[in-house]
């Protein structure tokens, strides 16, 4: 066991910590097991407790600045405390965090997003405290998410993009302070209506809002235009057999075609099985998921997301800080 490094801010002779999650991919709304391994230091230490951290690497608009990223907490649970480590003494403490029902998934089919998560641990002995390591998080879609995306590839979409952007989405039930974005290039049959369409899951316990925006192409006297649309179904899909294919084709008709009669901005409600979608003001803010069929462009995405989560956390093992990257948007508060 390779202990991560010495806690700075308990001094020298402090105790160390490495958190080890445990093997595989968690799911929103799931569970993030693992456990906290401690190593006294040169002296006894109270150990007043144990804390995890769930962050993501999230973008914003900051005005005339144009756009920044940050990091964001999400969930913060105390995991154990109230001991005293011996000096030398090897301790583990076993933790199983619950995870958001919307957090992002950052992998399809074992293929990176370039979303970026992850669980920092807070030591505090004391009276001092130090967020020592964080960890890399992975998270696959819940059943119905996969399906949608299965269906987007199938129907010829591709994956463009995909990241984490601060805000609500407005007229929905979100959350959390930002929404996952994916963005997806229209197949030929769309090509002259969208450039370009972007997909967000809002799921909650037995349900999941799909949340879609099409950036419209303009015509040759007019411009172009956003479409916003918003639908829900269970997780499991809609009741009795359901081809996942015609359904999400049927959602991207809907969006596309009503162009012309609602004008800049519109916003439709949809419900699928027994559960109602409604609809709301919002902004034409929409975001996304994808993962589609991986290709060359896919691997080369892939590629690029491992780049950004090894750089991501080779930054705040090395300095520590609480911004990660920089420009952090502070705490979110407890989960």
């Known amino acids: 066991m390779v202990f991560k490094r010495l806690l700075g801010s308990l001094g020298v002779g402090g105790p160390s910590l490495d958190t080890v999650l445990d093997p595989g991919a968690a799911r929103p709304g799931g569970a993030l097991p693992g456990r906290v391994h401690l190593v006294g230091g040169t002296a006894d230490h109270d150990v007043e407790h ?3 951290e769930l962050v993501a690497r999230v973008e914003a608009e900051q005005g005339d600045h144009g756009e920044g990223e940050g990091v964001v907490v999400f969930g913060r649970h105390t995991v154990g405390g109230g001991f005293r480590l011996a000096a030398g003494e090897r301790r583990g403490v076993p933790f199983t965090v619950p ?13 990176p997003l370039g979303i970026v998560l992850g669980v920092r641990t807070e030591l505090a002995v004391a009276g001092a405290r130090d967020k020592g ?3 890399q998080v992975t998270v696959a879609p819940l059943p119905a998410q996969e399906a949608v995306l299965e269906a987007f590839g199938q129907l010829g979409f591709g994956f463009r993009s995909a990241d984490l952007e601060y805000g609500r989405i407005g007229g929905t039930g979100q959350q959390l302070p930002f929404y996952q974005e994916i963005e997806l290039t229209p197949p030929p049959r769309y090509a002259d209506q969208v450039n370009e369409i972007e997909l967000t ?10 949340v879609l925006e099409a950036d419209k192409r303009g015509g040759p006297f007019s411009d172009g235009h956003d479409a916003l649309s918003r639908f829900t179904v269970p997780h499991e899909g809609p009741a009795g057999p359901q081809d996942w294919n015609a359904l999400v084709d ?3 008709r809907e969006l596309v075609e009503h162009r012309a009669s609602y004008g800049s901005h519109a916003v439709y409600g949809h ?3 027994a559960l109602s979608g409604g609809s709301g003001p919002g902004t034409a803010v929409a975001a996304g998921a994808a993962g589609l069929a991986v290709g060359v462009a896919g691997a080369m995405v892939a590629a690029e997301a491992v780049d950004e989560v090894g750089d ?9 800080s609480e911004d990660g990257f920089g420009d952090g948007f502070g705490d979110d508060g407890d989960a």
Do not use: I, K, M, R
């Open 50 to 52: 144990v804390a995890l």
């Open 99 to 111: 995870l958001p029902w919307e957090t992002p998934v950052t992998e399809l089919y074992g293929q």
């Open 133 to 135: 390591d964080l960890d």
């Open 201 to 210: 899951f809002l799921a909650v316990a037995g349900a999941l809002e799909v």
């Open 250 to 252: 049927g959602w991207v």
């Open 271 to 273: 419900e699928s099985g």
């Open 312 to 320: 991501f956390f080779e930054d705040e093992s090395e300095n520590g």
